[in-house]
């Protein structure tokens, strides 16, 4: 069975998208704008070795220069201050998007334990999808021997969906493994 990349299977995927939805021409077809990849830093913000080997991987997975993100507003439940840094994300379009989402869809998530399909509920009313992963392992770059420290990270996709329909058929054409559902 040959794979074909996201990117060509958009493209096989843009007339079906276009009649079914009614856009007068291919440039009004929803499609994916960008993709961000943010990981909160948590309890190990203080801890410069951890912050420095996050930064590494991050960088490996994702194949661009993560940025830290500050903290817009102090939090005592959270424990963290105006200006204090909370997270890295990296937000990728083109090619790099492109490639980052073959790699989730055909290798990531199958290598994910008891996977049992994503939630079509991550889908919101703007079509956008927002999926987390329980480890960053799943990503073929990254080699467990190698790795000191485990973290979590939230995928958000964004596209050019009107509704929440439009967003939702987009992913199923693109062939994302939802769930089936009960």
Known sequence: MKITSLKTKYEEIIPELKN??????????????KVVVNVGTGKINKEAEKIEELLQ??????????????????????????????GVKVTLRGAR?????????????????????????GVDDHGDFSIGLKEHLVFPEISAEKTKNLFGMQISIQTSAKTKKEGERLFQLLKFPFRKEQ
Not at 108 to 118: C, E, L, V, Y
């Open 57 to 86: 991987i991050f960088e490996t997975i994702t194949g661009q220069k993560p940025v830290k993100t500050r903290g817009k507003n102090s939090s005592a439940g959270f424990k963290t201050r105006k200006g204090m840094e909370i």
């Open 97 to 121: 998007m492109w490639s980052f989402l073959d790699r989730l869809v055909n290798v990531a998530f199958p290598r994910t334990r008891d996977f049992q399909g994503i939630k079509i509920s």
């Open 20 to 33: 079914e939805f009614g856009c007068p021409n291919i440039m009004a077809v929803a499609k994916i704008q």
